[in-house]
């Protein structure tokens, strides 16, 4: 099995474990590459193009820590999160352990992290400005915050509660593999809304869309951040850039506890839908159907 980066932001709904499944059903020898709602960016940070890489979120926040990643040095970046940890005395296990904190790996580290974690996300809510510091306080309360959602209130503060995690070993690791790709890959990085994007795309380009789920509920799709509105306007981008010969691949979900996505369903027909799951396994949508549970697929207009 391929070995693939994962992003440095565990995001929900990220697809790095179904790579396995999707980079082989992208075509080959691509020239443009975009990843649309790119996200963590897993997809992208394990493209390669022979032209350029693009990967565009409307989440600016994310888009500004992807830019200050690829644009500051490693060590300066690992030495400023260590900053952040020791000055508001945030746990540090892969340096003390979990003894030090009073804490086990088991029950996690939430009860010793609140108060420091909750000083930490208000001074950023207050922050006077954006700036590169900024973008890193965001990323250290995305690794210590629950289950590593990012989520914004209509007021633009961020709002995720603690989690039971903290800036471990693993987490490190993920965070400089993804570092280094970002900074050798050809990858931009765009801060905008699908339908506001001048495309320049044409034959021998790739886009890979992976949007918020219509049927779903996530941290990323609240407050109707995506409606049938924005689903028909995806639909109807793709099917413009699929006249002019652009290759896509759209992942979404079919299917969900009991509820369908009539629109998307009636769209695939004109395409090729594969069947997706965690099992590693794909199929054609026609022949494989999981009644009442979660049906994952990606949608292509080529063979």
């Excluded at 593999?177 to 050809?186: E, G, L």
């Excluded at 992976?210 to 990323?220: F, R």
């Excluded at 839908?273 to 396994?281: G, I, K, R």
Aim: charged share 25%; proline share 2%; hydrophobic share 35%.
């Amino acid at each position: 099995m391929t070995k693939y980066i994962k992003s440095c932001l565990n995001y929900t709904g990220g697809k790095h474990k179904l790579l396995d499944q999707m980079i082989p059903l992208f075509p080959r020898n691509v020239h443009h590459f975009v990843d649309l709602f790119c996200g963590g960016a897993n997809v992208a940070v394990n493209m390669t193009a022979d032209g350029s890489i693009q990967c565009i979120d409307k989440q600016k926040e994310v888009i500004r820590l992807f830019h200050t990643l690829q644009q500051t040095d490693e060590s300066e970046v690992l030495r400023t999160i260590e900053g952040i940890i020791e000055e508001y005395g945030l746990t540090n296990t892969s340096r003390y352990g979990y003894a030090v904190y009073g804490c086990e790996s088991g029950s996690g580290l939430a009860p010793y992290n609140k108060e420091k974690y909750l000083k930490l996300r208000d001074d950023y809510n207050r922050r006077p400005e954006d700036n590169g510091y900024y973008d890193i306080v965001f990323y250290v309360l995305t690794v210590f915050g629950f289950n590593n959602q990012i989520r914004f209130s209509k007021k633009g503060h961020y709002n995720i509660p603690v989690g039971k995690r903290d800036f471990n070993e693993r987490v490190r690791a993920n965070l400089i593999d993804f570092m280094r790709a970002i900074k050798t890959k050809n990858i931009d990085f765009l801060c905008a809304d699908f339908r506001d994007v001048k495309w320049h795309l044409g034959r021998g380009d790739f886009l890979y869309a992976d949007p918020p789920y219509l049927i779903t509920t996530a941290t990323y799709n609240e407050q109707k951040g995506w409606t049938e509105k924005e689903e028909q306007d995806l639909l109807e981008l793709l099917d413009r850039l699929h006249a002019k010969g652009v290759y896509f691949a759209l992942s979404n979900v079919i299917e969900h506890k009991g509820a369908e996505n009539a629109i998307l369903k009636a769209w695939a027909t004109k395409y090729r839908v594969h069947v997706l799951d965690f099992s590693y396994n794909n199929s054609n949508y026609q022949t494989k159907r999981n009644q009442g549970k979660t049906v994952e697929v990606l949608i292509t207009n080529y063979e």
